[in-house]
């Protein structure tokens, strides 16, 4: 499908990306950059690249260029590879936010360069190219967006990528992507790594509380472990809507709080009710079984 | 071990005990009590009982008596089984608050009566008695709270039975108890909630949050799926230390906020960093791989 195909950022979506185009034969190629060699050594170790490079501006050597950095490490990124980028490049990235980095990325590409934003909704709170899987994007909704240097046949290219990837490719709107990940997946991520929090840094001993640590505790801050410099990422590129998000968590949570006070126990009913009802809407019960 | 164990109240933890119970000869005789006739049958179905009643009175007839219901639903209950209790039998409960239930009940037993208070950390957001298992308190702590009703020999006889159901016991200050799962079990069931209810009444669609529902929205609101009443019941007998850990948890999320207002990016490091260490610190690392 592609010749070269050079992957900016080897964690554990740059990996997972470069073995599957390998192990599927969608690129002659995969080209791996990364800041540390160490972490080329990594990638090369799970067969992930062909080739490594510490150098940036390296990414102009692909026909499709992935970047898959903290969103904010981007556009530095690709000003440094800019200047060398041949007309029919696809540029994408596998960002968790579009509509910031979109903007970002526009004005520092060359003129017959697409973009066309990404954004597997698949990973782990495990980083790292040593955590990667061939079979990560598998069943993975892949969200692509459209912007003022994409066209018109670039986003039917990724998506036909994502397709061979084994995952399904949804086009959606930048913004309307970032409002709807503010609540269902970020707004978790403040909202889990608060609750860690609040349990870890009480008065009580940890002992007695790892002791007591039992499947809620785990699954409701299990991604807390997330790699806490790309989640200040994903919040400084998408403040707005997960300010938002927030507001209606903390209001939510304020219903609770008033209920306890009050020792209301139809408010309490209605509050954990309604989560229910939210929870049961918006995930199909078919999880498999885990214990609370 | 004992001769007839009664069983009021059965949901997944009364069916799985009963289950145990009779698969492990630990009791000649299991007697299931019930509000309803149905839920007999069903527990006959899960072979989790010998005999059943709908009568709470019935209680009396075992030598040990563990109360299986929503925790506000246990002292009338008792009250009811209470004139014909013998003296020599034991009483426990397996609600998830221990402090105000040990003081509710302590007056209504008659003389010769034992009380232990007892909390099986095993659980899950599916309720009833057809998601019971045998296995259920397998490897599962087994809190066990001593009163002002409980003689020396009680609190071993209930911690040698968690024994054989294959959990560990672990004898707790029932007011130390309440505080420690007010954290790490309480506040996430009201967490998770919040966040499911903060996604679905929204003004997004349901269709794109569905689409994108991913890993880190599944697990962090799983137990939201609980069921509601006997979450207000939770709530209501150990509202303080749930307040207590709810206003510390909305601490953490307001300098999340504020630090999200300010665009910190070092504001918002440093609180994802808080939360990874503590969830590091509270929970092994042995979870298994889990996608965000």
Chains 1, 2 share one sequence.
């Not at 086009?171 to 870890?200: K, T, W």
Request: with cysteine.
């Amino acid at each position: 499908m592609f010749d070269t195909v050079a992957i900016v950022g080897m964690g554990l979506i740059g990996g997972s990306l470069g073995m599957a185009l390998r192990r599927r034969g969608l690129a002659r190629r995969v080209l791996g950059i990364a800041r540390r060699a160490a972490t080329l050594d990594e990638a090369r170790t799970m067969a992930a690249i062909d080739d490594g490079s510490l150098d940036p501006r390296d990414a102009a050597r692909g026909d499709l260029i992935v970047y898959a950095a903290p969103v904010l490490a981007i556009p530095p990124l690709v000003a440094q590879a800019a200047p060398a980028l041949r007309p029919g490049t696809l540029v994408t990235d596998v960002g968790s936010t579009k509509a910031a980095l979109m903007r970002d990325l526009e004005p520092l590409l060359p003129a017959g360069v697409d973009l066309v934003g990404g954004h597997p909704m698949a990973g782990s709170e495990r980083g790292g190219v040593m955590e990667a899987r061939e079979d990560l994007f598998e069943g993975a909704i892949y969200v692509v967006t459209r912007g003022a240097r994409t066209s018109p046949g670039s986003v039917e290219r990724l998506a036909e990528l994502s397709r061979r990837l084994g995952a399904l490719p949804v086009e959606l709107e930048a913004g309307l992507h970032d409002q709807a990940v503010a609540r269902i997946s970020h707004l978790p991520h403040v909202a889990a790594a608060a609750l860690a929090e609040a349990a870890g840094e009480g008065a009580l001993p940890d002992d007695l509380l790892r002791l007591l640590v039992a499947g809620g505790f785990r699954s409701t801050t299990r991604i807390a472990a997330s790699p806490p410099e790309m989640w200040r990422d994903i919040c400084l590129t998408n403040r707005e809507a997960i300010l938002e998000a927030l507001a209606g968590y903390e209001a939510a949570l304020v219903a609770f709080r008033r209920a306890l006070e009050a020792a209301d126990g139809s408010g309490l009913l209605e509050a954990f009710a309604r989560g229910q009802e939210c929870r049961e809407r918006l995930v199909p019960r078919d999880d498999g079984p885990a214990s609370a």
